[in-house]
């Protein structure tokens, strides 16, 4: 079975700039979590969806939007970019996120670079 | 509300050292509990879980204990190994406002010297 796959695995972008990435979770997992992992903050989370529905939101301003299609492929959209949105961006998928049981399934990330 | 708190890093170890680190949490209910690791380069993956109080979880020589008492689930491993190397985040998983939610702590690299 096909892992999760995120896509591009590297992005150069400038501020001021949008960026677009995109996740394919396994196959018949419905869910999709997204993070952003820099070195002084750690892993933090983004969003949850859920059958193309937001059910969980983290703490990151409007600039950071997400939806999900009826095949469980999401995508993030980060406008207006700023130097601090440099990170890598994780995706993790899970089967069942209606228990506290699920295990998440990450993909590789994608590195973003704003200058 | 949910929090999970882990050892700062980094650790360095000789090969074949004990390994210890420490993970404690904050959750109302029942939460399940997890350890991934991270390889330098790659995506979190899951190491082993434990999903009710006393249990223990195990994989490739880690384990760990979830310990309701002190709200705590260690990691531990005894002799490790340079292939260790890595960035571990202990996380819990917790029915919270009538919503499920994944917390993950802040990560402790560990490096392993030969």
């Known amino acids: 079975k096909a892992g999760v796959t995120q896509t591009p695995r590297y992005l150069i972008k400038t501020r001021g700039q949008q960026v677009t990435l995109s996740c394919s979770p396994i196959s018949g997992h419905r869910s999709v979590s997204w993070y952003q992992q820099t070195p002084g903050q750690g892993l933090q989370f983004l969003f949850e969806?859920?059958?193309?529905?937001?059910?969980n939101k983290g703490n990151f301003p409007g600039r950071f939007s997400g939806r999900q299609f009826s095949n469980s492929r999401s995508e993030m959209n980060v406008s207006t970019l700023e130097l601090g949105d440099s990170a890598l961006y994780l995706c993790a998928s899970s089967l069942d996120p209606t228990t506290t049981t699920n295990e998440q399934f990450f993909g590789p990330g994608t590195r973003l670079t704003v200058l | 509300g949910d929090s999970v708190t882990q050892m700062e890093g980094p650790v360095t170890l000789s090969e074949e050292a004990f390994l210890t680190i420490n993970c404690t949490y904050t959750?109302?209910?029942?939460?399940?509990l997890f350890w991934y690791v991270q390889y330098p380069g790659e995506g979190l993956q899951l190491l082993l879980k434990?999903?009710?109080?006393?249990d223990k979880g195990s994989n490739k020589g880690f384990e760990a204990t979830y310990r309701k008492e002190t709200t705590s689930f260690h990691l531990e491993k005894g002799s490790v190994q340079v292939s260790d190397s890595a960035v571990y985040f202990c996380?819990?998983?917790?029915?919270?406002?009538?919503?499920?939610?994944?917390?993950f702590g802040t990560g402790t690299r560990l490096k392993v010297l030969a």
């Open positions: 959750a109302t209910g029942y939460p399940s």
């Open positions: 969806y859920f059958s193309e529905t937001q059910r």
């Open positions: 996380a819990l998983s917790a029915l919270t406002s009538g919503t499920y939610k994944y917390i």
């Open positions: 434990a999903t009710k109080a006393d």
